[in-house]
């Protein structure tokens, strides 16, 4: 059994930084985790990856500068620290576990229930 748990959304002024949490429980072989998102009207889209040892880290265009994707071993989480949010970054956000290093969602096995973000303008 695979759970993931998405945390640290919230409402925030165009500028400032968040930072979003996915812990991990359960066995699996989908260790690479991705950060997609879908904001209102649109299509889920990629955001930030990671692969299963954190060698890689990798970025949709239109975030790259701005959000950095980490784990940390001990608590099984992956983060996303957003900084310098835009109006356009609002959007539920959804960490989700694949068995390889991709940016295409229908490739991930695993997906959380997602954290609402809301950027002020």
């Known amino acids: 059994q695979v759970q993931l748990v998405e945390s640290g959304g919230g409402m925030v002024q165009a500028g400032g930084s968040l930072r979003l949490s996915c812990a991990a429980s359960?066995?699996?072989?989908?260790?690479?985790v991705g950060w997609f998102r879908r904001a209102p009207g649109k299509e889920r889209e990629f955001v930030a990856g990671?692969?299963?040892?954190?060698?890689?880290?990798y970025y949709a265009n239109f975030v790259e500068g701005r959000f950095s994707i980490f784990r940390d071993n001990a608590r099984n989480t992956v983060y996303l620290r957003m900084n310098s949010l835009k109006a356009e970054d609002t959007a539920v956000y959804y960490c989700?576990?694949?068995?390889?290093?991709?940016?295409?969602?229908?490739?991930?096995?695993?997906w959380g229930q997602g954290t609402q973000v809301t950027v002020s303008s």
């Open positions: 359960g066995r699996t072989d989908s260790s690479n």
């Open positions: 989700a576990a694949a068995r390889g290093v991709t940016r295409k969602d229908s490739d991930y096995d695993y």
């Open positions: 990671i692969s299963a040892g954190s060698r890689l880290t």
